[in-house]
Structures are given as structure tokens and as C-alpha cells.
Nanobody, 124 residues
Framework: QVQLVESGGGLVQAGGSLRLSCAAS????????MGWFRQAPGKEREFVAA????????YYADSVKGRFTISRDNAKNTVYLQMNSLKPEDTANYYC?????????????????WGQGTQVTVSS
């Protein structure tokens, strides 16, 4: 079992930055692919980014490439999402997720473990 708790959401102006954190419980954290999804009001949940258990491989949705960076610290059982050059269309509830599957499959795979989400609002 893996429990995930997100933090770092908030209100930011367009062009600004936020860093989301996801703290995970469980001794096997380092074995899981970790990542982020988001869901805006009235829209389907969408994949944002994922990072392999070693941290050596990262995967991004086209909409965030070049602006968002995912990373992890296995010693702290934490995964991060650095979000720069934020746009109003990035406004959503952001969810941390964990699964044993390869991060390259995450745009279509539904991860097994989810956090409660943290709200990100970008004003224009």
C-alpha cells in the first residue's frame, strides 16, 4: 500500500511558478513510478508527468513540455512538480499518483494509488 499526500497548490498569476510536492508513505516508495494528473472543472482527468523509480526517465504531456519538471527524492519519499510559465489553462486540481507500470504508459494507464489532490489556480 502507498498513501500519497499532495501540497503546494495555490493561486498564482499567469507567467508565475509553483512547486507541488507529494509525500508518500511505504517502504517500497522507491520501486514505484510516480506522477501527476490534473482535472479541470467539466473536463476529463489528464496525464501531466511521470518519473521512473530511479528518477532517470521522465515523461510529459505535450501541453506542459518545457514548462513543467518532475523529479523525485527517494530518500524523502517525495515527488515534485515544478511548474513554470503557468497559464490560465493549467488551472485544475492536481493529483499525485503511483503505480508499478512504466511511466511511458501513463497517458492510458490508470495508476493504482492516488492522493486527494491540490488545487492550482492561474489567474490571467
Amino acid at each position: 500500500q502507498v498513501q500519497l499526500v499532495e501540497s503546494g497548490g495555490g493561486l498564482v498569476q499567469a507567467g508565475g511558478s509553483l512547486r507541488l510536492s507529494c509525500a508518500a508513505s511505504g517502504r517500497t516508495f522507491r520501486l514505484y513510478t510516480m506522477g501527476w494528473f490534473r482535472q479541470a472543472p467539466g473536463k476529463e482527468r489528464e496525464f501531466v508527468a511521470a518519473v521512473s523509480w530511479t528518477g532517470g526517465n521522465t515523461y510529459y504531456a505535450d501541453s506542459v513540455k518545457g514548462r513543467f519538471t518532475i523529479s523525485r527524492d527517494n530518500a524523502k519519499n517525495t515527488v515534485y512538480l515544478q511548474m513554470n510559465s503557468l497559464k490560465p489553462e493549467d488551472t485544475a486540481n492536481y493529483y499525485c499518483a503511483a503505480d508499478v507500470t512504466n511511466g511511458s504508459t501513463w497517458p492510458v494507464v490508470v495508476p493504482a494509488y492516488w492522493g486527494q489532490g491540490t488545487q492550482v489556480t492561474v489567474s490571467s
